[in-house]
């Protein structure tokens, strides 16, 4: 829903009070809700219902009560994400449509004028300390792996596929997805790469047993772990793939390649000078990067109620903070920048419809509030991307002074 809020400070106190006694408070209150112009329908719990647009209503939002009410007027990121989680809210409709209606009618100068009013260390939040970062991650990617088996493709690739045609199976694009960032990178039999966040470990191993790569792939998820180590003995790779139990600040040697896919949005705003480090001491002169992450169009927090449930300690950073922060420290040159938005929308399309397909299994392994909770993420993660108010981008870079990267956007095997 729209982060913005209610102002009610022009209605003079007179005129408060004689709203707030009468016997239409509920549908007065409705009528101050900022959807102006979005195609929905509200319903309240005693039969009050306001359209906000004159198209045809999307879909219909139901209220369970005043509290919740209250709740969207004034503190609405978090107020509807925790209704829906409980049951006090309900969407009749296309849920991804009408979040999709809401993320578009924001109005671009309020974000503007937010964003100079609240400069950017006031984003910086509780840091992403080591400590701090293996709580977060356990919160969300030690869930269990059976969980996520249900609804990820095959390679348990939990990260923005690459679909060369929209019509691809999930699996094809993952596959594609994974051959993209090789060839970005240029890699070659015996290269040594360092990953940064490695998942279940599908890339790495795609790395070492299509590439002939030498991989080390960092993680803190010892669930994740796991996996990608029993993956890698069945498949024979051990000698090439090794994966490690530790913190990206803790990686150390010279690898012919740096690479990140999907890590970074968890680094945090006040540590991504850190990672620039890490990035500069383990390239050497004629190394080659990628970094794949979530990012936005200008600095700004993560949804409150994302960050809560979800994501803690999550920060999409915008692209001029990836640069600033990261690269330009050290020098590094920018070759290639790529957004995949778009294919990120249909990536979450496909895990949101595998998710719904397993809903009954998921129930029986949490509860029905923790099925609430997944799906509104992810249907608003896919209508976030859709509106362009996510972006997904693909940074190559290479050292200022190599001369050593491609002379065309696609490397050849």
Request: charged share 25%; proline share 5%.
């Amino acid at each position: 829903m729209s982060d913005s809020i209610v102002n009610t400070s022009a209605l003079s106190r007179q005129e408060r009070r004689l709203r707030l006694r009468g016997p239409g408070i509920d549908e007065w209150l409705l009528g101050r809700l900022p959807l102006g112009g979005v195609p929905i329908e509200i319903r309240l719990w005693n039969g009050a219902a306001r359209c906000f647009s004159p198209d045809p209503p999307i879909g219909s939002l139901w209220i369970a009560d005043r509290r919740t009410l209250l709740g969207l007027l004034f503190n609405t990121e978090m107020a509807f994400g925790e209704a829906y989680r409980e049951g006090r809210a309900r969407v009749d409709g296309d849920l991804v449509g009408l979040l999709e209606s809401v993320f578009r009618a924001r109005n671009p100068l309020a974000v503007r004028a937010w964003h100079r009013l609240r400069p950017v260390g006031a984003l910086r939040r509780r840091g992403n300390t080591p400590l701090r970062s293996r709580l977060n991650v356990h919160h969300h990617y030690d869930l269990g792996n059976a969980f996520y088996r249900l609804w990820l493709d095959r390679e348990m690739v939990y990260t923005c596929a690459y679909f060369p045609s929209p019509d691809d199976e999930l699996e094809t694009a993952q596959l594609a997805k994974m051959e993209l960032v090789c060839h970005k990178l240029g890699l070659r039999p015996g290269d040594r790469v360092v990953e940064a966040g490695c998942g279940w470990g599908a890339l790495a191993r795609h790395m070492a047993r299509e590439h002939g790569a030498v991989v080390r792939a960092f993680n803190i998820s010892h669930e994740q772990i796991t996996y990608a180590r029993d993956q890698a003995a069945r498949e024979d790779l051990t000698e090439r793939v090794e994966f490690i139990e530790d913190d990206y600040r803790n990686i150390s040697g010279t690898y012919d390649h740096f690479v990140s896919v999907g890590m970074l949005e968890h680094v945090g705003q006040e540590h991504l000078s850190a990672l620039g480090e890490v990035i500069h001491r383990t390239l050497p002169p004629d190394g080659r990067g990628l970094l794949h992450f979530i990012g936005r169009n200008r600095p700004r927090p993560l949804d409150a109620w994302i960050r809560k449930r979800i994501f803690p300690g999550g920060y999409p950073p915008a692209l001029d903070e990836v640069l600033h922060e990261i690269l330009e420290p050290w020098d590094f040159s920018v070759l290639d920048v790529e957004n995949l938005r778009l294919h990120y929308a249909l990536t979450l399309e496909h895990w949101r419809r595998r998710f719904d397909r397993h809903e009954t299994t998921i129930q029986a392994m949490y509860d029905d509030s923790f099925v609430r909770t997944w799906r509104l993420y992810l249907a608003s993660a896919e209508a976030a991307f859709r509106s362009g108010w996510m972006q997904l981008f693909q940074i190559v870079f290479a050292r200022g002074r190599s001369n050593g990267i491609p002379w065309r956007r696609t490397v050849e095997k």
